[in-house]
């Protein structure tokens, strides 16, 4: 699938489920991701860019409250490393120590409907299948290739990358649903996400969440 046949197709979806926002406004909230894929590399933005206040405020928002904090990981200077460490050992250090300390945010549903029975094809399978399809696919490589330039080879980047499908999924399962309040209040967090990583909430402190950004 092209750029072309994903923003045909993302239109598409919104424009036969959401009513409001408009199907053009609704797809471009995930344009950034269309540009990813296209570029094959995940955008991440200086740690400057953010504010911290607003960044808790989207994570508490989107999580009904669980989120009281975000704290912001630089990719390119992670705090782990000591004087005698290699740019290597540094990145390996760094990988290993997040690995251990966070664990899935777990977003939550905010209300969407359960799933239901029924002969016709579940919402939630309909979804994912749409998400693959369309956008996860190709931008989970983008993901994965961004944090092992960084880090390196590590096994635990898949659990890094979850929290982004889910935030995504999430999004999509609203608009299927048509619930445009679901729909906004998420929208924040997935126009966090085209500029930084959400990898976790902190094992010991589970009201932080993990970014990654440049």
Request: charge should be negative.
């Amino acid at each position: 699938m092209d750029a072309e046949q994903r923003r045909a197709a993302l239109l598409d979806f919104f424009d036969s489920h959401l009513l409001e926002p408009k199907p053009e406004r609704a797809a471009a909230l995930l344009e950034p991701f269309v540009r990813m894929i296209e570029d094959g590399r995940y955008y991440l933005s200086a740690r400057s860019k953010f504010r911290a206040s607003q960044v808790t405020a989207i994570l508490a928002l989107a999580t009904d409250g669980a989120i009281q904090k975000g704290e912001l990981v630089s990719l390119s200077a992670p705090p782990l490393r000591e004087g005698w460490m290699t740019e290597e050992a540094a990145a390996k250090s760094f990988g290993v120590a997040l690995a251990v300390s966070t664990c899935s945010l777990e977003l939550p549903r905010l209300a969407l409907e359960p799933p239901r029975g029924g002969g016709e094809l579940p919402l939630e399978d309909e979804v994912t299948d749409f998400l693959e399809a369309t956008l996860w696919k190709d931008l989970r490589p983008c993901l994965v290739n961004t944090l092992c330039a960084e880090l390196g080879e590590h096994q635990r980047l898949s659990r890094w990358v979850s929290d982004t499908w889910d935030a995504l999924f999430l999004v999509l399962l609203a608009a299927r649903q048509n619930r445009t309040d679901v729909f906004l209040r998420l929208k924040p967090l997935i126009e966090l996400l085209s500029h930084a990583i959400l990898a976790g909430r902190k094992r010991d402190d589970s009201s932080t969440a993990i970014l990654f950004v440049a």
